[in-house]
């Protein structure tokens, strides 16, 4: 997800200098280019190479690397199948400080303040990035040849990536991190799913004789007698066409504002931090956020108009992404916005019964995708400068980006989700059918224990683009596009979609259809321009103020209300600075993006 948000601001009351100290390190392998060491035991080891390089992280004594991490939605030491996977091949545990859970960007500051950002730093973008690089918060992977040593993945699966960040922060020699999602290729970069839907509950769809759909405003009848057909869910609530959350919110409601990526816009431009302006996938083309029919105002209209008809859950704008999630599962809500949303409705128990989630794009819909980035994404991966064991760090990132590490990564040890079949392909195990129908499936304490989805990695930042082919395996990395996956016996539901839209995955349906707006990969050598404090002040207010009017429009009791509400929000945010803000964005898009179209 290059151009994603960090959506995930939930809110838990972690202190950060308390998680901080409990994460000192138990202890470090020693520096760069020790020659041996000694294992807890005191037993020499003998895991290094001839010319002193560590090559079985195992035998070395057991540490816990501190993990400054923007993205993380998890704060503490990573439980489950994760932390078993790289205790055994890294001897190390992870500690993670999450600041989305605790204060956001007062805590980065906070941290930055401190001069010391942990032993692995994740997702650190923008001023803040340059800020530590400056003050020496952030390790040179060059210093001592540390690349070179223990980085061979690094450098043989993403060099382009690696020449970006010499290039843009590092003046040309020096080398401070990676970008997130690092991926070669053409179309549309995603899994068997695009990122977006819309789903409709699939069994309703077809009783209702499937009709066409045509324009976005088209889902609110055929929802609205899906309601009648099926007023109640499992438990007996009622049920809405739509529950949204607005704990994901940045400046707008990030619900609405989807609507964009329905038709092949995003916020920003994928390489400027901007984010009032919704541009085009793969052409020159904006749109400011309040425009009078902009696709963030349609989306506004679309989920007013949802109310109006009784279909827009009122729990919407107090309610969280997890309050959603169980609604879903409970059969609550017969509209998602994301596959990964709705999916955790298709349990084999509902599926079996014909119930169940599928895509159904409407007929002008362009759905976007963040394409493939050998440059990696702004979400930045880098070491600590204060780290006690850069080599470790080191390592344990170079997995990450190994085929090894990518593909455990994601879908777990080989041996216990999936293995290597008799026709030497990847495929799922019993266990790892079970583990991604339902994430609550116990995991055998020989491989950490807990249930699948506590154990899954809470870093919650990518490597490599899991479309790729793992070199490996001769198949991608996702084991929703791996042969075997597509071509086992689908579950009912499946099978019925598969057969009304003659294709096999969603991605499949919109190529078919020419219905993709997929983003060009920028670079130019240079970091992205930051906004200038007086544009900082005049966004965040302005922010604060779409945020709030977009609910109050979503909910107007009456077409009037919300036409005045409408005039409001752009009268005020104008007010504030709104076309100073947008001026600003869009000369930037037009001074780098924009230049590839010339």
Known sequence: MSRQKKWAFLVASVCLMMVFTAACNSGGAGNTGSS?????????????????????????????????????????????????????????????????????????????????????????????YENAIKSGMILDWTKDGLLDKYGKNLEKYAAQALDANKKQYGGGTAIYGIGHNVGTGDGPSEGADMTFGPMLRWDLYQKLGSPQIKTLD?????????????????????????????????????????????????????????????????????????????????????????????????????????????????????????????????????????????????????????????????????????????????????????????????????????????????????????????????????????????????????????SQINPNTGEPYDYNLWNSTLTANPDPVTKSWREAMGVITGKELFVKNNQVAVTKPFFNGQPAAQEPSNIKLKHSQVGKVIKEYSWKMMFAKNQDEFDQLKQQLVQKAKGLGYDDVVNWEVQQTKNTVFTMYK
Do not use: C
């Open 218 to 466: 088209d889902y609110l009848p055929i929802l609205k007698k899906m309601q009648e057909m099926d007023p109640k869910s499992d438990s007996g609530k009622k049920t809405y066409g739509m529950s949204l959350w607005s704990d994901w919110d940045g400046d707008w409601s990030t619900l609405a504002k989807v609507t964009a990526q329905f038709y092949g816009y995003a916020e920003g431009d994928g390489f400027n931090p901007g984010d009032m302006i919704l541009t085009k996938a793969d052409g020159p083309e904006y749109q400011g956020f309040l425009d009078d029919n902009s696709y963030y105002m349609q989306g506004l209209e679309f989920y007013f108009k949802a109310n109006q008809m009784g279909l827009l859950d009122p729990d919407s704008l107090t309610q969280k992404f997890g309050d959603v999630s169980n609604k879903f599962k409970d059969g609550q809500v017969l509209f998602s916005q994301f596959p990964w949303v709705s999916n955790v409705y298709n349990t084999p128990a509902h599926t079996s019964a014909g119930k169940g989630f599928a895509l159904v794009p409407f007929q002008d819909e362009k759905v976007y995708s963040s394409g493939f980035n050998p440059y990696g994404g702004q979400w930045i991966w880098s070491i600590g400068a204060h780290t006690k064991d850069p080599a470790r760090v080191m390592a344990f990132l170079d997995w990450l980006f190994s085929p090894d590490g990518v593909q455990e990564t994601s879908i777990g040890p080989k041996g216990l989700a999936w293995d290597i079949g008799k026709d030497g392909k990847p495929a799922l195990t019993d266990f790892g059918k079970k583990a991604t129908a339902n994430g609550d499936t116990p995991v055998p304490a020989q491989y950490g224990g807990g249930t699948w989805k506590n154990g899954v990695s809470a870093l919650n930042n990518a490597t490599l683009t899991t």
């Open 36 to 128: 041996s060491s000694k294992s807890s035991t005191g037993t020499a080891s003998t895991s290094t190479s001839d010319n002193g390089v560590i090559t079985d992280w195992s035998k070395q004594p057991e540490m816990t690397l501190t993990v400054f991490d923007t993205l993380a939605n998890f704060a503490g030491e990573q439980p489950g199948w994760f932390a078993k996977l790289i205790k055994d091949k890294f001897n190390i545990k992870l500690n993670i400080v999450a600041p989305n859970l605790s204060g956001g960007a007062q805590m980065i500051a906070t941290q930055m303040a401190s001069g010391d950002l942990g032993d692995l730093v994740v997702g650190l973008g923008g001023k803040d």
